[in-house]
């Protein structure tokens, strides 16, 4: 069989992986009892029990939404809207507003309706679409497989690593095991089911390892737990008491990291690749200081990457520590801190270190002509 239709049946396999996990619970978890999903036009509000302290807003907010579609399509339905004054999980509707409703059926007629938040899955699809349409245009057949790689990782995430944790298995090695499973997917997926493809499977393995024995490490030498995370309390009073919480945090580390680091692997074997095709000739040490010196020059980027990505997320809470004058020690021995700061450079130690390791890999495999 010839390397493209390899490639193409790989693809087609992965497809169906996708559609297989769409489609089923291959970890079952107990969901929890729920109403009718519909959108809903809020037609009316009513603001008079809601009570206003300074930008913060309790109580409840009743609403008069028609519904827009389901099973009761054209029907009214009130709708109330709990405010609990925390504005990060509050939304204060107005009149004209298309919002996510669900309810249940009271004397055979919707009743007991609560409002799930403007209604924003059709613009999350639309915007799914048009990154699959860039991805196309822009790197044709490989952004395909691209595309499917990354329906593939939302699917595993989803629908089985998620699952697999609330049933009790252990953090670390399950998510060792999904990112062996994603990095061979995306990994044989775009780079193809030869030496480059292998190299990078490999180099991204090796730095994830290593990102993955340093966050134990230094998670144990900064004294931090799993509760750092946001949502963390809440998950254990929600039934979930026996969650290993601090294992959780550390596959989190490396499984966030993972990505950039197939990325940098992919770099390396691709130019490692590309070097050899037009000098096969090429001595196996001048070939591997080939690839560490691309790897030097994209480090100098990479390196700043998951800094950005981290630290911008937490905009608003270094712009309170500032804002109240804290002095930077205190800062940075904050817990929360010092978990993005062991997020960010255990991260960086898997990005540093995929470099050599792909390169030597790589040369291996084409030295030995594999």
């Not at 252990?170 to 994603?182: E, F, Q």
């Not at 989190?252 to 095709?277: H, N, P, Q, Y």
């Amino acid at each position: 069989m010839s390397t493209s239709r390899r490639e193409w049946l790989f693809s087609l396999i992965i497809a169906c992986l996708c559609i297989v996990l769409a489609s089923v619970d291959v970890a079952r978890v107990p969901a929890a009892p729920t109403g009718i999903h519909a959108r809903g036009l809020i037609t009316a509000v009513d603001n008079s029990h809601v009570r206003t302290n300074l930008i913060v807003k309790t109580e409840a907010q009743f609403l008069t939404v028609q519904l827009l579609d389901g099973p009761h399509r054209g029907q009214e339905l009130p709708v109330t809207n709990m405010l609990s004054g925390k504005m990060e999980m509050d939304e204060f509707y107005e009149a004209g507003k298309t919002v996510l409703v669900e309810y249940g059926m009271v004397n055979g007629k919707p009743g007991n309706g609560v409002a799930r938040g403007y209604y924003r899955l059709r613009m999350q699809l639309v915007l799914i679409g048009l990154f699959a349409v860039l991805l196309i245009a822009v790197a044709g057949v490989t952004g395909l497989k691209a595309a499917l790689s990354f329906v593939f990782v939302a699917m595993v995430l989803w629908k089985l690593f998620f699952p697999l944790l609330l049933r009790g298995h252990p953090p670390l090695s399950t998510g060792l095991i999904i990112v062996t499973l994603l990095t061979a997917v995306i990994t044989f997926s775009v780079g193809g089911l030869n030496r480059r493809g292998v190299s990078t499977f490999v180099g991204s393995m090796l730095g994830v390892l290593l990102t993955c024995g340093l966050a134990v490490w230094f998670a144990r030498a900064f004294d931090l737990h799993g509760a750092v995370r946001p949502f963390a309390e809440t998950l254990l009073y929600s039934g979930y008491l026996d969650l290993r919480l601090t294992d959780i945090f550390i596959a989190s580390v490396f499984i966030a990291c993972s990505g950039a680091v197939m990325d940098l692997a992919m770099d390396i074997a691709a130019t490692m690749d590309e070097i050899k095709r037009k000098r096969p000739e090429i001595s196996f040490m001048e070939h591997v200081r080939s690839g560490l010196r691309v790897g030097r020059a994209v480090i100098g980027t990479m390196a700043t990457t998951l800094l950005l990505a981290y630290s911008s997320s937490h905009i608003c809470m270094f712009l309170l520590f500032m804002a109240k004058g804290l002095p930077a020690a205190n800062i940075l021995n904050a817990p929360f801190v010092a978990a993005e700061i062991l997020n960010i450079l255990v991260g960086s130690f898997g990005l540093v270190t995929v470099a050599p390791f792909t390169a030597l890999i790589a040369g291996l495999l084409y030295r030995w002509g594999c």
